[in-house]
């Protein structure tokens, strides 16, 4: 078992930044992959991000360029880098990590792009 809890949404104006954590109650990032997702009003979930357990990272392409995803295994912590948000970036975002087999969620932070 192991629980994910994210931290640092918030409003932001367009072309802002802001860092979002995601706190695992044990160490998991330094030998499973994780994700981050988001969810928009009236959308599906999407894939926004993925780090390996080797640090590799993948994004969507529609955060590409904008969003660095990482990660302090040491402090049993990940984090994802948003900046140049834009007003379609609003969702609540979810950090996921697969751990053998089974993929464990957080509670998902709200962040809102506006002016």
């Known amino acids: 078992q192991v629980q994910l809890v994210e931290s640092g949404g918030g409003l932001v104006q367009p072309g802002g930044s802001l860092t979002l954590s995601c706190a695992a109650s044990r160490n998991i990032f330094g030998t499973s992959p994780m994700y981050w997702y988001r969810q928009a009003p009236g959308k599906q979930r999407e894939l926004v991000a993925t780090?390996?357990?080797?640090?590799?990272?993948d994004y969507a392409n529609s955060v590409k360029g904008r969003f660095t995803v990482n990660k302090n295994n040491a402090e049993n912590t990940a984090y994802l880098q948003m900046r140049s948000l834009r007003p379609d970036d609003t969702a609540v975002y979810y950090c996921?990590?697969?751990?053998?087999?089974?993929?464990?969620w957080g509670q998902g932070t709200q962040v809102t792009v506006s002016s």
């Open positions: 996921c990590a697969s751990i053998a087999g089974r993929d464990y």
């Open positions: 780090i390996t357990s080797a640090g590799v990272t």
